[in-house]
């Protein structure tokens, strides 16, 4: 009776860890960064306009990556919408999107000079311990997009370069508008 109870017993925790997963992968899908010092780490970082008053967040996790998923809404004209994506083992801000419909002002429009300014100021402030590793791609290697509807944005990217070797695939984009120097769009891949 107890060698049958103890097959019954392995058989179910086989079935179990199936099911749930080993600790060792639970374990692996817990935040190292909680969302509440998410939220501080991306107001730190942001001003999130005030009349995006609805909050939502999620967690996503696969392939060995996780990430908060934190999204500021307007529901009230204008609308729009701000999004930052953390990087929950670095705590790393890899994406950030500053959507609106808010009018553009163009009361002191800004150079692609001044945009990369801007940009490489959050860029030391976002990635202080990996700035060294990136240098900036002149605006003669990009390429420009043939489709240029809507209001003028100046696209700025940096790339990662390790030990003397440039990594295209790797680095900081930026989207800048060029009407009154807001960054819309930031995005990390490393």
């Known amino acids: 009776m107890i060698r049958y109870c103890r097959l ?4 179910c925790l086989i079935a179990i860890l199936t099911v749930i997963g080993p600790p060792s992968l639970l374990a692996a899908q817990k935040p190292n960064l909680s969302l509440e010092e998410a939220i501080n780490l991306a107001k730190k970082n942001f001003a999130i306009p005030e009349e995006y008053r609805e909050f939502s967040s999620s967690y996503e996790a696969n392939s060995g990556q996780a990430a908060w998923i934190l999204s500021w809404r307007a529901s009230e004209a204008p609308y729009g919408e701000f999004t930052v994506q953390i990087d929950v083992k670095s705590g790393s801000i890899t994406r950030m999107s500053n959507w609106g419909q808010d009018p553009i002002t ?3 429009p800004i150079s692609r000079a001044q945009a990369r300014e801007s940009a ?3 860029l030391e402030r976002l990635l202080p311990d990996r700035v060294d590793e990136l240098q900036w791609v002149p605006d003669d290697e990009l390429i420009i997009p043939l489709d240029n509807g809507g209001a003028s944005v100046y696209t700025l990217r940096w790339q990662r370069v390790h030990q003397g070797i440039p990594f295209p695939e790797n680095g900081a984009t ?3 508008r060029s ?3 807001r960054i819309l769009d930031y995005s ?3």
């Open 8 to 11: 019954g017993l392995t058989v």
């Open 106 to 108: 163009c009361n002191s």
């Open 120 to 122: 490489a100021a959050l």
């Open 174 to 176: 930026f989207q800048v």
């Open 179 to 181: 009407g009154d120097g």
């Open 188 to 190: 990390l891949t490393w």
